[in-house]
């Protein structure tokens, strides 16, 4: 089953909540951290291994004895990445989205491709936990590809050890998928959280956490997903987040009060889980709770 | 020979638009006759790459150097294949511009002016 | 030559822009009160994706305009084959093959969808409850770049490219000066675009109302957004806290500061929660040549005040106000030092 963690409003808990999902489970869990833009899951996990790759795209190389400078490449592309001069096409890496229709639309066979890495898919363990993130380089800006790289691997993982493969045990896969997803409700949030079983939405009950959790209602509401709230802080504030959820008939399934002690653990990159151990059966239950109503969605 | 200054607005004393790529209007001064002719910068809304698409655009009106403020490395990258000289840090009216252009005060860059800029 | 006076003999308009590489550091709490502090400003929202600065400000909205986004390719099913070659050579995994959603064909009227021999191995077509006679291809809106490459392909010219209406934005009055903020709709891509379009035009707005300063109440993360939110001020005002998460975030969004070669300040919000991280966020600053601004500790207060939607520095004649008067003056100072 997969579970993503998402919020309207960032800082709202969504990265506190999806590690200690991952950690409280007693199965092995597969975490994905998909805000490649700020990757933080990882600063909770005291990681014992690492692997890191580099995540390209593919980008084009042109053939200077074969271009005639017809300009078709350049007036295809959507990007400005391609400048026709008279006598040569000059490239911008920086622009190119790698969609590969230069190449296509070249009558002269004169464009190849050379990846061109744009971050990096880190791949780590702690026990009980198999943590995949995306870090995005500083300076670039296309984050849905790296996302999708990410939920790729975590699914071929999971595929792997399903399928019973080769002697394959990716730690974590055949269990929970949890996702951690970017803050906000715009294109990489949904290319992080779409085809998830179900999806939290952390939330805190001021004006702001109100405010952004209707508009992540509302994506979630699209892509049809189930979802469930986590309001975070719980006991400060007076914004109707209770009310909204009530009418909305979205069920609240954890509040978390606030607590000083689980700020300071915070702020010093530990879990939720560690400062309070109540957590781990609280969120162990919330995610049984999940699990049959998933179930339910399946079997209505 | 043809040369194009930036320009924030459509007169001889408008001022020079430090911008490149999204400068609000180009001015195309031609060297032997001392006529000035503006144009609306079409490319100033687009999403990205609006430098390379101005620096090609340079190139298709034949203009042999540009006087502006501020030139990011992919317009300077596609204006110098077209082997269009740049002038940075030019101010002050359009006219005036033009004017210490011609009496040599400019000195051309060989390099971009600054950073990628987006807006 | 530098010089601050512009051709009108005015101080030049300056702009700056508050960031905090993550969420929930208090960036709005402090972007709202530098915003009322600041005399004769004009406000930018540009945290088009979950705006909030609106929320304290109360904006009354005088103008509204539409926001197009990027290109978006839609299929004409009644001319798809159900070849699947457009999902072959789709980059983004925009395109999928499903049943069709018009009226069914009468049965084997559409071919099965054949695995191109030329093109290799590719995922498996026609997959849906539909059935191969009436699979079609269908495009995810959200997922899809509008690079046009569907249409290059696709044999039967069924694509067509529409822009989307992803958002809008707005000119409004607040109470301390006018606004220029916007809405991303929900699921939508090009937040870069719009805040670009939320720039301009309070600039714009600025230089014709004379005004002094432009505030910019920027978006999370490092990018694209980010990036169009940053380029052209005069300093990014960075709100951070002492947390792992919360100094690591600022790292990355200097990076991305020092690229553009912006002078940065920093701010140490919710400072008395760890002390000691803190005092090496101060080291840091010192490091990299970021300038200081000041701290304002953890406050029940604050809570409170955002909570009631107060712009805290003008609402309160207090302890705290009076270190986010002295955060702002710190700005002013650090603005006249730059040369232009």
Redesign the interface.
Known sequence: MTIAVAS??????K?TVAVGVARALEQDVQLLDCDV??P?SH??LQLESRESGDFSIPVPRIDNDKCTACGLCSS?C?YNALARLKDRVLVFDNLC?????CR??CPEDAITEELRPIGKLVSAQVPGVHLLYGD?N????L???LI?AVKRRGASEANAMEAGGPGYTAPGAGGPLIIDS???????M??AV?DSDFCLLVTEN???GL??LE??V??LD?LDMPMGVVINRSD????DVEEFCRRKSIPVLLRIPYSRKI??F????ESIVDADSEYRLRFQEMYRRIESIVAEGRAG | MKICITSQGEERTS?VDPRFGRAAFFCFYDTESGDYSFEANGFAAG?GGVGVQTSQYMAEKEVQAVLTGQVGPNAFKTLNAAGIEVYP?AD?TVEAAVQAFLKGEYDKTSGPT?????? | ?STNES?KGRQKMKQIVILS?????GK?FVSASLACLAEDAVFADCDV??A?LH?LLAPEVKETHEFKG??VAELDESACTGCGICVE?C???ALSMAAALGAPAAPGARGAPAAPADLGAGPAAGSSSGGPQTAVAQVDP??C?????CG??CPTDAFSFRTSDAGRWFVSDTKFGPMVHAH?F????????L??EV??NARTLGEDREKDWVVIDGP?????AV??AM??VDMVVLVT?????GI??VK?VI??AM???IPVGMVINKSS??PD?AEELRTFATEKKIRYLGDIPYDKRI?DS??D?KPYACSFDDDIADRLKAVWGKITEFSQDEKQ
């Open positions: 309207g409003k960032g800082g709202t808990g990265t833009e700020e933080n600063l909770f295809f959507e989205h790698g969609c590969g229709g296509i639309v995005l500083s300076g670039e800006v984050a849905p590809p999708r970017p803050p906000g409700t715009t294109c990489p949904v290319t779409k001021t004006p702001f405010h952004d508009m992540a509302q994506v699209d400060i504030g007076h914004s700020a300071e915070y702020a010093r990159g | 001022n999403v840090n002050g600054g950073p990628a800029r987006h807006s | 030559m051709p590489g993550k969420g929930g550091t709005t994706d979950a909030n929320l990027g290109r050579h980059r983004f995994d959200v997922a770049e509008g690079c046009g490459v290059l392909v991303l929900a699921g939508e891509e090009n937040s870069g675009k805040v670009q720039r301009s999370p993360g490092t990018g694209c990036m169009s380029t052209g806290e002492p947390t792992t998460a690591h975030d990355r990076n991305v690229h553009f070669g929660i760890n991280m809570v955002v909570a939607l």
